[in-house]
Every structure is written in structure tokens, then in C-alpha cells.
């Protein structure tokens, strides 16, 4: 119940207060209440601490005296996504991963999904008036397949899971054939594969494109600046020289995948048996420089609001954290303060700061060939002080 407002998800487990202390009291029994949350046994441990925290409440003291012991995640909204939208202000990309206030948070999973469905729903309209069209004849039985699952997910439109690994992935160097196997894999594991009469591998390609074009529609500046990484990349290969950016708080990358020769040696080892040894030449590998620099990139930015924001937190007393990525998390007591501070560092982190035109400096100091940096748009980094879905 996480795309939700704040106050709603409070409200929805008070609504389910009897139901929350039955499952605390005997979970076997009520497994049903709890075996198909997002992740079970973490809503479990929080059961059990809600009914020991309201346990205290009716022998008359407060919650604020109950000492929870579990770390409490914030996590961010697509969060390679929201560093790209930061650099660029981009303010699509922004209002999508919540970098601005707005009441409930955006999901950038289910727009994307809303946008391929709007995709296929014209394809199979188009078909319908041309049936006869050469590019078309084989394809009409997907589009129709898709449209009706679309029309019977409830919502109407494609389920955001088969948005989601594509979206999520894209910072860190998707492409359209990994796009392909994670809608396979999502109609295998929520067993849709009775719904396409193609199967599901052959849904799963026809669909690929149509959802890879409204990604793209939906995280314009996010695709510029992966196209210019990777031409940066490629003018710093042709000049054979490594890629080098420095982060806001000084720490040094250095992308240098060099070429491997690999030579083949025959032995008698229990029968014939071949070994291949590589070493690393001086000259830079083009093909893994431009793939790499995308991912390398954007881990760098969001390394860096994970150590800026542990540093403010230490700052303020907050000692305890726990972090995946970018899950954030502290114990409840410290949870409102720290859910501040991860704004403020990631604020603080591009204020002053650009990281794309610094590395672009970088490369040009080389003599590299480089195009210039994306236009910004006019998105307030400011904003994110009053976004409350920022993480969350």
C-alpha cells in the first residue's frame, strides 16, 4: 500500500488493527492474512513489534516508550532515474521519481505501462483498419492478447511489473534484448502464460519494443544523458585514454577496461587439456568503455548521496543505518530526522555541482572529442526539500 500518501497508510493499518494482533498472536493460522505481502516476513517482524508496541500502550504507557529494534527502509523512487533528473533538471523526469511535492508519490513504473498500453491499443486499432498491412500479418494476435490483459488487469492498462526491471534497470545499461527477458520473466512468474496464444516467449518480443519506445517517451533527458556518456566514452577511446570524474566529495573514479590478449596453451594434463591465459594490453577496450560508462557513472552520483547522507546523519547523532543501495534505514525513533537528512544531502550534492559538465571538462583537458553537455531544463533541486516521496 506503498503508492499511497502518508496519513492513508496509516489509516490502513488502523483499519486493520484486529486483524494486525490476530496474526502477531498466531501467525500460522492467519498466514493468509500475511503470506502475499511484498515481503513477507518483514511485514511479519513489524507485526509482531506493533502488537508488543500497543501490548504497552494498554498497561498505560505511551508508544513513544516502546524501543523498536527493526531498521526502518526509505527507499528511493528509481533512484538512478532521480540522479539523472537532478543533473539535467529535467522536470518529467522529476515530477516521475518524485523529486517534487505532490500529495500521493509518482510511479513511474505504472506511467511508462500507461504509455505502452496506449501503444498497443493504436496498434490494434491499426490493425483493424488494416488488416492487410504487409507489417502487421502475424502480429494481430499479440496486440489483441495485450489489449485484453490490459482491459482485465483492473486498472486498465498493462500491470507495472512488466514496467518495473526495464525502468529500473535503464541507468545501469538495459537494453532492449535484457527489456525483452524481463517481460518473459514476469509473465512466467505471475503465470500469464496461458493468456497468449503465441506464448509467452513470442508475447514477450512483440512487446519489447512498443514498451521500450514509452520509456523512452516518459525519461527523455535520462536517455540524452546516457547517449552523451557513451559518446564521451567513445571520443576518450579513440584518443586511448581512460575516463575520469571526480564526485562531490572528492572521491576519484577511473573507468579503464583495456583489451585482453588471450593466448591458448596445449598441455598433456590427464589427457589433453587446454588453458587460456589473458593479460591486459594498452589499449583501451571501445565496446566495454561505452557500455560501462552509464552504470559506472550514475553508481558513482548515488555512492555518493549514500556516504554524504550517513556523514550528515553521524553528524546529527544518528549512529545506527542500514543501507542497500538506496534503502536507507535507521530505527523508527530516528526515522522523520534521517528521512530530512537523505533531502538535504542529495540537495546539497547538486546545488553547486555538475557532475556531467565537470567530467565533460575532464575529457576535454585530455583533447578528447567530445559534444557537448544536454541542455538543462528548469527543474528547482530546491524541491526535493519539500518532497516528502522522495524516499520514502
Known amino acids: 500500500f506503498d503508492k499511497e500518501d502518508f496519513p492513508d497508510r496509516v489509516k490502513w493499518a488502523e483499519d486493520r488493527h484486529e486483524v494486525l494482533l490476530a496474526i502477531a498472536d498466531d501467525p500460522i493460522a492467519n498466514v493468509h492474512h500475511w503470506k502475499d505481502a511484498d515481503k513477507p516476513y518483514q511485514f511479519l517482524a513489524a507485526v509482531f513489534e506493533y502488537a508488543e508496541c500497543h501490548a504497552l500502550i494498554e498497561l498505560g504507557y505511551s508508544a513513544g516508550d516502546y524501543v523498536s529494534r527493526l531498521p526502518i527502509g526509505l527507499d528511493g523512487s528509481c533512484n538512478g532515474l532521480q540522479n539523472f533528473s537532478a543533473m539535467l533538471r529535467d522536470e518529467i523526469g522529476g515530477r516521475a521519481t518524485n523529486l517534487v511535492p505532490s500529495d500521493k508519490p509518482a510511479d513511474i513504473y505504472s506511467e511508462v505501462a500507461k ?41 486498465g492498462f498493462l500491470p507495472r511489473s512488466l514496467a518495473k526491471r526495464p525502468v529500473m534497470t535503464l541507468p545501469y545499461g538495459a537494453t532492449r534484448q535484457s527489456c525483452t527477458q524481463y517481460i518473459f520473466q514476469d509473465i512466467i512468474k505471475n503465470r500469464w502464460t496461458k493468456k497468449f496464444s503465441c506464448g509467452p516467449w513470442s ?11 514509452a520509456i523512452g517517451e516518459v525519461v527523455v533527458a535520462a536517455r540524452a544523458a546516457m547517449s552523451w556518456l557513451q559518446k564521451l566514452a567513445n571520443g576518450m577511446s579513440k584518443i586511448n585514454k581512460p575516463i575520469v570524474w571526480k564526485t562531490k566529495d572528492g ?56 556516504r554524504s547522507t550517513i ?54 583537458a585530455y583533447g578528447a572529442n567530445v559534444p557537448t553537455v544536454p541542455a538543462k531544463g528548469n527543474l528547482d533541486i530546491e524541491l526535493v526539500l519539500d518532497s516528502k516521496h522522495f524516499f520514502g
Not at 491499426?126 to 486498472?155: F, I, P, R, S
Not at 530505527?331 to 555541482?353: L, N, P, S
Request: aromatic content about 10%.
Open 203 to 213: 508475447a514477450a518480443v512483440w512487446l519489447c519494443p512498443l514498451l521500450w519506445e
Open 311 to 364: 556523514r550528515m546523519a553521524q553528524d546529527q547523532g544518528i549512529h545506527n543505518i542500514a543501507c542497500i543501495h538506496d534503502d536507507y534505514g535507521t530505527y523508527a525513533c530516528d526515522t522523520g530526522r534521517f528521512h530530512k537528512i537523505i533531502r538535504e544531502a542529495f540537495v546539497d550534492m547538486y546545488r553547486d555541482f555538475d557532475p556531467l559538465d565537470q567530467l565533460y571538462q575532464i575529457a576535454l
Open 115 to 155: 504509455v505502452a498500453t496506449g501503444k498497443v491499443a493504436a496498434l490494434s486499432l491499426e490493425k483493424a483498419v488494416l488488416n492487410k498491412l504487409e507489417e502487421l500479418k502475424g502480429h494481430c494476435t499479440e496486440a489483441d492478447e495485450w489489449l485484453k490483459y490490459a482491459q482485465e488487469h483492473g486498472v
Open 251 to 306: 572521491f576519484i573514479a577511473i573507468q579503464n577496461s583495456r583489451e585482453i590478449e588471450t593466448v591458448k596453451i596445449n598441455t598433456q594434463l590427464a589427457g589433453r587439456f587446454q588453458v587460456k591465459v589473458g593479460s591486459f594490453t594498452d589499449r583501451l577496450d571501445a565496446n566495454k568503455q561505452r557500455t560501462g560508462i552509464s552504470p559506472n557513472f550514475v553508481h558513482s552520483q548515488d555512492a555518493t548521496h549514500m
